[in-house]
């Protein structure tokens, strides 16, 4: 079983650039595909990007296609989301999460998931 812990949310500015990572313990990372989630105040549970577990495939969410990219670094069982050209309305809480199967869009296809860092942008 795996667990995961999410860093690097925090406050700040329309336009800026920020990275989130999503470190991995107690499971077999390269067996994941790891996908990160956002949750706004008051609202559902958001698919935001995965990569796939060869690495080699990433998908990601209209609204924030061209601006975030999602890695992975098996050798230090990290995943990243670098956030480009933020907006207001990408506040959330950031949650990382690993499934069994490539290319899952729906929170229900993902077993495991870290606690979520909270990403705050100001306009």
């Known amino acids: 079983q795996v667990q995961l812990v999410e860093a690097g949310g925090r406050l700040v500015q329309a336009g800026d650039s920020l990275s989130l990572s999503c470190v991995a313990s107690?499971?077999?990372?390269?067996?994941?595909?790891i996908a990160w989630f956002r949750q706004p105040p008051g609202k559902e549970r958001n698919f935001v990007a995965v990569i796939s577990r060869s690495g080699n495939t990433a998908t990601y969410a209209d609204s924030v296609k061209g601006r975030f990219t999602i890695f992975r670094d098996d050798a230090n069982f990290t995943a990243r989301l670098r956030m480009a050209r933020l907006k207001p309305e990408d506040t959330a809480v950031y949650f990382c999460?690993?499934?069994?199967?490539?290319?899952?869009?729906?929170?229900?296809?993902?077993?495991?998931w870290g606690r979520g860092t909270q990403v705050t942008v100001s306009s």
């Open positions: 107690g499971g077999t990372f390269g067996v994941y595909a």
């Open positions: 999460a690993a499934a069994t199967q490539d290319g899952q869009r729906a929170p229900i296809a993902y077993a495991y």
